[in-house]
C-alpha cells in the first residue's frame, strides 16, 4: 500500500513536470495588453475573449480566421476574413501583401494555429496582432457571437 501511494505521487509529480516544462515556454514573456512596459511597443499578444470582443469593436482592426474553410463555414466571427494557415504558400503569400502595421487579430479553433500564425507574424515583421486565446471554441463558450 505505501508503495502504490509513492508510484502514485512520483507519477504525478512528474506529470506536473513535464506539463510546466510544456506550458512554460509559452507563458514566458509573453506580454499582455495590461503590461504598461509594452504601450506604444510592438503588440503581438494573446487575450482573452473578453478582451478580444473589446479590441473587436475598434474600427481599423482586421479579423484573420486561420481555420478551413469547412471549419469556417460552420461558424465564424463576424467580418473575419478566411485564410487557412494550413495553406502555407496560399498563408504566405497572404500575409506578404498585408501592411505591417495595421492592427489584426487572428483566431483559430483552439488557439493552437493562430498562435503558430502569430510567431510567423512577428517573424514577417508585423507589429499589433492579437491573438484569441482559446480560439473559437472559447469565444462560443463565453457565448460571443458567431456567424453560421
Not at 495590461?34 to 478582451?51: A, C, H, R
Request: proline share 3%.
Amino acid at each position: 500500500m505505501v508503495n502504490l501511494k509513492s508510484e502514485v505521487i512520483t507519477g504525478i509529480t512528474i506529470g506536473v513536470i513535464v506539463i510546466m516544462f510544456l506550458i512554460w515556454p509559452q507563458l514566458k514573456n509573453k506580454p499582455t495588453t495590461e503590461d504598461p512596459q509594452n504601450q506604444g511597443k510592438n503588440q503581438l499578444v494573446t487575450v482573452s475573449p473578453k478582451e478580444f470582443s473589446e479590441q473587436l469593436k475598434q474600427d481599423d482592426v482586421i479579423v484573420i480566421d486561420v481555420r478551413t474553410e469547412s471549419e469556417f463555414r460552420e461558424s465564424h466571427i463576424q467580418n473575419a476574413a478566411n485564410v487557412d494557415y494550413y495553406q502555407t504558400e496560399k498563408f504566405d503569400s497572404y500575409l506578404n501583401q498585408l501592411d505591417k502595421q495595421k492592427q489584426y487579430m487572428i483566431y483559430c479553433r483552439s488557439g493552437h494555429r493562430a498562435g503558430q500564425a502569430l510567431e510567423i507574424m512577428k517573424q514577417k515583421g508585423f507589429t499589433h496582432v492579437t491573438n484569441l486565446a482559446g480560439g473559437i471554441s472559447a469565444w462560443i463558450g463565453n457565448n460571443y457571437p458567431v456567424v453560421n
